[in-house]
């Protein structure tokens, strides 16, 4: 009894383990990849709460921009868990595939748009609590204003999940950050998370992170933050780390 709700538990706590749609930030900013270009991130994401820790150790993101205006996403992650009293579960992990289409362009009265539909395919072994066990859908629409140095971006949409225990749930984010230089952009990212599972409330968090860049193939991103309300259920501490290249 005490091994099946463990690995119930990890299940639940790979689910609600937050996707990050812009690296650094779990909010997207609607610029694809430039035309005929690449990114390739290797990376690290964790989630705690009162009842464990769950994230990727590492994922792998590939970006390539196939059209004007137009990207095709895959991310490969292998995943862990550790619930609270529980051994640690490590393995492949849902695998995530998306398409972003910028639609509109900034103007001086209008901000870029761009819709970027993602799907979670459950690769990962749900009953060792390394997946959701369901395919997922998240269907948003991401807006960016620049000026300057500065630029804000965000948006949201609505998750898709019928895995056992989850719920259909609307996610809104928005990010402000600046470029203090040529190498080191911070900002800081406000987020709200619909009810994501039974008994799992509703919730907002925050985010720190930015960027670094040592040259124009090779940065490093990274982000830092927890929740503001119903913390010890739902996010106690996130961090993401990221070594990206472009070419």
Request: aromatic share 14%; glycine share 12%; net charge negative.
């Amino acid at each position: 009894m005490r091994r099946t709700s463990t690995l119930l538990l990890a299940g639940l706590l790979a689910a609600l383990r937050p996707a990050l749609a812009g690296p650094p930030f779990i909010t997207d900013d609607p610029e694809p990849v430039d035309f005929g270009h690449h990114e390739f991130y290797i990376a690290s994401q964790q989630v705690k709460t009162q009842d464990g820790r769950s994230g990727t150790l590492p994922h792998f993101e590939f970006n390539y921009g196939f059209a004007t205006d137009a990207m095709v996403h895959v991310l490969l992650p292998n995943a862990f868990n550790v619930p609270a009293g529980g051994s640690m579960q490590s393995g492949p992990g849902d695998v995530e595939l998306g398409m972003k289409y910028r639609f509109l362009h900034e103007t001086s009265a209008l901000p870029e748009a761009a819709v970027f539909p993602l799907v979670e395919v459950p690769a990962g072994d749900a009953s060792r609590g390394l997946g959701n066990g369901a395919t997922q859908f998240f269907l948003p629409l991401w807006l960016q204003k620049n000026w300057g140095s500065w630029q804000s971006y965000g948006g949201g949409g609505y998750w898709i999940n019928r895995a056992a225990g989850m719920r259909n749930h609307w996610f809104f984010g928005w990010v402000v950050q600046h470029d203090l230089n040529d190498h080191l952009t911070l900002g800081a990212e406000l987020y709200h998370n619909g009810e994501q599972a039974v008994g799992i409330p509703q919730y907002m968090g925050f985010n720190l992170g930015g960027q670094y860049n040592f040259d124009e193939h090779d940065h490093l991103l990274f982000s830092l933050g927890r929740g503001l309300s119903h913390v010890a259920q739902t996010d106690q501490l996130t961090s993401y780390v990221a070594y990206q290249w472009t070419w």
